[in-house]
C-alpha cells in the first residue's frame, strides 16, 4: 500500500510560482508512473502531468512550457513547479500512482488527498 501526501498549496497571485510536492509512503515508487490531477468544483479531475519511471516528463497542452514536473525517487517524492499561474488553474491539485501510465484518472493505483492552489486575478 501507498500513501501519497500532497504540499505546497496556496494563495498567490496571477503571474506568480508554486512548488507543489507529494511524498509517497509505504513503499518505494520507483517503478510507478506519477500524474498530478486537478479538479475545480463541478467540473471532472483535468490531467496536468505525469513523468514515468524513466522520468520521461508529459504534460496537458494547457500547462505545457508553464509547469515542470520533476521525481526524486530517494526521497519518495514527485514536484511540480508551476510557473506563469493563471486564475483558471485555481483546483485542488492531486498526486496519483500508477504502474501503468495514461493521461486519465482511471486506473491509478493510489491517489492523495489533494492541496489547494488559489490564483487571484
Known amino acids: 500500500q501507498v500513501q501519497l501526501v500532497e504540499s505546497g498549496g496556496g494563495l498567490v497571485q496571477a503571474g506568480g510560482s508554486l512548488r507543489l510536492s507529494c511524498t509517497a509512503s509505504g513503499r518505494t515508487i520507483n517503478s510507478y508512473a506519477l500524474d498530478w490531477f486537478r479538479q475545480a468544483p463541478g467540473k471532472e479531475p483535468e490531467f496536468v502531468a505525469l513523468?514515468?519511471?524513466?522520468?520521461?516528463?508529459y504534460y496537458a497542452d494547457s500547462v505545457e512550457g508553464r509547469f515542470n514536473i520533476s521525481r526524486d525517487n530517494a526521497e519518495n517524492t514527485v514536484y511540480l513547479r508551476m510557473s506563469s499561474l493563471k486564475p483558471e488553474g485555481t483546483s485542488l491539485y492531486y498526486c496519483a500512482a500508477a504502474t501503468g501510465y495514461g493521461m486519465s484518472a482511471k486506473g491509478k493505483d493510489y491517489w492523495g488527498e489533494g492541496t489547494q492552489v488559489t490564483v487571484s486575478s
Open positions: 513523468i514515468d519511471w524513466n522520468s520521461t516528463p
